[in-house]
């Protein structure tokens, strides 16, 4: 049996103008609570990233559905320190390409390490990204690093890197439920994003999500995850007490 909140707190939380009373989580019997849990792991168990997508056009709805969705994640201090490039056009994605494919090309000749080169080998990843050009949509992830004020000063943002982290993943898990595949892109360095797509200086690429149908035929690495027994642990206190 749960305790009663201190109705003292409530009270003050009533009369606080700056707060809500929440509402926001359904009313559910445990069991149901461990079904849709259950079923949400069965979901994303399935979810793999996809390297080989249709050109098959997907409505821009879905698309605007799934950011949104991300928008809704936690941020530090709710500065919410993220802006989505959302790109469909055919133009901008071949030179998204081009300048993607060039910083790739200097990452496997020169920049990565040859650990690096094995680790990626089993991926079968290279230089060529046709994918930025055959999906129908790109999502640019850009990290807010501060603000911008009207007046122009800095405004300082708390945790930027793992809220849009949080915001990104929020995205590939939307983007899965809807029945649409993603690759997460990070070609080193990604300044040339922020060119293309006229982004400013406080801005800086996180990720570039590609998103679309799984080609006819797709395949992906033979890869095993994690048994929950090494990422797991629980610390529950002993019933004994």
């Known amino acids: ?4 909140p201190n109705p003292c707190y409530l009270e003050t939380i009533m009369h606080d103008s700056e707060h809500l009373p929440y509402d926001g989580l359904p009313q559910l019997a445990e069991e149901e609570m461990l079904a849709r849990a259950q079923a949400f792991h069965e979901l994303v168990r399935l979810r793999r990233t996809v390297r080989n997508f249709s050109d098959r056009p997907v409505p821009a709805e879905i698309i605007a559905a799934c950011v949104q969705a991300a928008g809704q994640a936690p941020s530090g201090a709710n500065m919410q320190p993220w802006h989505f490039e959302v790109v469909g056009d055919p133009a901008l994605k071949k030179e998204i390409r081009l300048a993607a494919e060039e910083e790739e090309r200097q990452f496997y000749e020169r920049r990565a390490s040859e650990e690096w080169l094995d680790a990626l080998e089993p991926l079968g990843t290279d230089a060529s990204k046709p994918f930025l050009e055959i999906a129908p949509w790109l999502i640019v992830i850009f990290e807010q690093r501060y603000g911008i004020d009207q007046d122009g000063s800095k405004k300082r943002y708390y945790y930027t890197k793992e809220s849009v982290g949080l915001a990104a993943g929020f995205l590939i898990a939307a983007l899965h439920n809807a ?3 993603s690759l997460t892109h990070t070609p080193s360095p990604m300044a040339f994003l922020n060119k293309i797509l006229d982004r400013p200086a406080n801005e800086k690429p996180f990720l570039l999500l ?8 797709a395949l992906v690495p033979d890869i095993t995850r994690k048994s929950p027994e090494q990422y797991i642990r629980f610390r529950e206190m002993s019933r004994d007490k």
Do not use: I, Q
């Open 1 to 4: 049996m749960h305790s009663n």
């Open 179 to 181: 029945g649409l595949a």
């Open 210 to 217: 590609v998103t679309g149908y799984p080609a006819d035929g």
